[in-house]
């Protein structure tokens, strides 16, 4: 990091190829603290998500500290949400939360100011937004939160290692939106989730299987590409401390879809061993996957991947598939069009209508309007699909 100068910090620099989530947009003045630099020189972030509930099962009150008027403040009014002790809490589908509602204008969009054009440099100085600055946090600094922890419990913060801005080919490093729609389900159905064996399919950062790891006895979180592993395993070793009430344990591993087989090399880092192999197989009952689709030869990859490990499985297994449909204008269709997700769409209904005397998979799209336990904006591009997936008899 000492290669980075303070101009560089100042102001970022993205290339034309560069793509970039945009969860963070709701912490605007919040600074980012970067942790290091990775493998090919990009910086590596680390931030704290917050989780809108006590996720602390062992608590004798659930929600301590807190009145009821502080609660329906918080969750709102509309479905309800069953809690461990089967009580009910009403929750809504935008979260009143502070510092959101200012960035927003009286229609509910984002409220961007811009600087005019023929505005002198004192009048646009005051128009222009708070920058950002991105701090470095040096090793040993571990109360770098402490501020930020001062408002919530222990056991209700996610740390997470990312980056900001990559190449398309890396943007497993980033946190996107349909990993937190993905998250905010496993929440609320928790349940459901409870001493399952999971395996997650490009997991990335890996948030989704450490929400999921809260609740599941084993998951699988796989991807590919030592160096994104690596971050992954990283952020698992972060969040260990949400894992041990329940005991659940989350392996990272390499699973690269263009490839038949597992990787069960001992030199390769990731690799699997036979007994995880057949604990896959013997006891995996649900896979997901998140915000993996936007290349069609890796979407038709994956689906490849999905049926021969739900093919091998001994159990039927339930498939959950969250999306962001994004819109693009394209030269070709001189139109706005999601080609991506038009993909998407064609090979989940190939899989629906697979007649090969040996699987059956049925498909049906989960309505959006559940509780939100993590702060971003849930727009209505972004989807969440089942499919359940069995041997024909």
């Given at each position: 990091?000492?290669?980075?100068?303070?101009?560089?910090?100042?102001?970022?620099?993205?290339?034309?190829?560069?793509?970039?989530?945009?969860?963070?947009?709701?912490?605007?003045?919040?600074?980012?603290?970067?942790?290091?630099?990775?493998?090919?020189?990009?910086?590596?972030?680390?931030?704290?998500?917050?989780?809108?509930?006590?996720?602390?099962?062992?608590?004798?009150?659930?929600?301590?500290?807190?009145?009821?008027?502080?609660?329906?403040?918080?969750?709102?009014?509309?479905?309800?949400?069953?809690?461990?002790?089967?009580?009910?809490?009403?929750?809504?589908?935008?979260?009143?939360?502070?510092?959101?509602?200012?960035?927003?204008?009286?229609?509910?969009?984002?409220?961007?100011?811009?600087?005019?054009?023929?505005?002198?440099?004192?009048?646009?100085?005051?128009?222009?937004?708070?920058?950002?600055?991105?701090?470095?946090?040096?090793?040993?600094?571990?109360?770098?939160f402490e501020d930020e922890e001062q408002e919530c419990t222990y056991s209700s913060v996610i740390k997470?290692?990312?980056?900001?801005?990559?190449?398309?080919?890396?943007?497993?490093?980033?946190?996107?939106?349909?990993?937190?729609?993905?998250?905010?389900?496993?929440?609320?159905?928790?349940?459901?989730?409870?001493?399952?064996?999971?395996?997650?399919?490009?997991?990335?950062?890996?948030?989704?299987?450490?929400?999921?790891?809260?609740?599941?006895?084993?998951?699988?979180?796989?991807?590919?590409?030592?160096?994104?592993?690596?971050?992954?395993?990283?952020?698992?070793?972060?969040?260990?401390?949400?894992?041990?009430?329940?005991?659940?344990?989350?392996?990272?591993?390499?699973?690269?879809?263009?490839?038949?087989?597992?990787?069960?090399?001992?030199?390769?880092?990731?690799?699997?061993?036979?007994?995880?192999?057949?604990?896959?197989?013997?006891?995996?009952?649900?896979?997901?996957?998140?915000?993996?689709?936007?290349?069609?030869?890796?979407?038709?990859?994956?689906?490849?991947?999905?049926?021969?490990?739900?093919?091998?499985?001994?159990?039927?297994?339930?498939?959950?598939?969250?999306?962001?449909?994004?819109?693009?204008?394209?030269?070709?269709?001189?139109?706005?069009?999601?080609?991506?997700?038009?993909?998407?769409?064609?090979?989940?209904?190939?899989?629906?209508?697979?007649?090969?005397?040996?699987?059956?998979?049925?498909?049906?799209?989960?309505?959006?309007?559940?509780?939100?336990?993590?702060?971003?904006?849930?727009?209505?591009?972004?989807?969440?699909?089942?499919?359940?997936?069995?041997?024909?008899?």
């Amino acid at each position: 990091m000492g290669d980075i100068t303070e101009k560089e910090m100042d102001s970022g620099t993205f290339k034309s190829d560069a793509v970039l989530s945009d969860v963070h947009l709701h912490c605007p003045n919040k600074s980012h603290l970067m942790v290091r630099l990775n493998a090919v020189g990009q910086p590596v972030f680390l931030s704290c998500f917050k989780l809108l509930w006590n996720t602390d099962d062992q608590a004798s009150e659930k929600y301590r500290g807190e009145t009821t008027t502080e609660r329906e403040h918080q969750y709102g009014r509309g479905d309800e949400l069953p809690n461990e002790d089967g009580m009910n809490l009403k929750c809504e589908k935008e979260l009143n939360t502070e510092g959101i509602e200012a960035l927003l204008d009286e229609d509910g969009d984002l409220e961007v100011v811009r600087r005019p054009q023929s505005a002198s440099d004192s009048e646009a100085e005051d128009l222009m937004r708070d920058r950002v600055y991105p701090v470095i946090l040096m090793k040993g600094k571990a109360n770098a939160f402490e501020d930020e922890e001062q408002e919530c419990t222990y056991s209700s913060v996610i740390k997470i290692e990312h980056t900001m801005a990559t190449p398309l080919e890396d943007a497993g490093k980033q946190v996107w939106r349909a990993a937190f729609l993905l998250a905010d389900y496993i929440l609320f159905k928790r349940d459901v989730f409870r001493n399952c064996t999971v395996l997650e399919l490009g997991g990335g950062t890996g948030i989704a299987s450490i929400i999921m790891g809260m609740v599941a006895k084993r998951v699988y979180c796989t991807d590919v590409g030592e160096d994104l592993l690596a971050m992954c395993e990283q952020n698992v070793a972060l969040n260990k401390h949400l894992m041990e009430p329940g005991g659940g344990e989350i392996k990272v591993k390499e699973l690269d879809w263009l490839k038949d087989e597992f990787c069960t090399d001992p030199e390769t880092p990731y690799s699997w061993s036979e007994e995880e192999i057949a604990d896959l197989h013997d006891n995996c009952t649900v896979i997901m996957a998140a915000d993996v689709f936007y290349d069609d030869d890796l979407t038709d990859a994956l689906f490849r991947t999905l049926y021969r490990i739900t093919h091998n499985l001994k159990h039927s297994c339930t498939v959950f598939l969250a999306i962001e449909k994004r819109l693009n204008f394209t030269l070709r269709h001189m139109d706005v069009t999601c080609e991506a997700y038009s993909h998407f769409r064609s090979t989940l209904n190939d899989l629906e209508n697979l007649h090969d005397g040996k699987m059956k998979y049925s498909v049906e799209p989960i309505k959006a309007d559940f509780c939100q336990f993590l702060i971003y904006e849930r727009i209505e591009q972004l989807e969440l699909w089942k499919i359940v997936a069995g041997q024909q008899t």
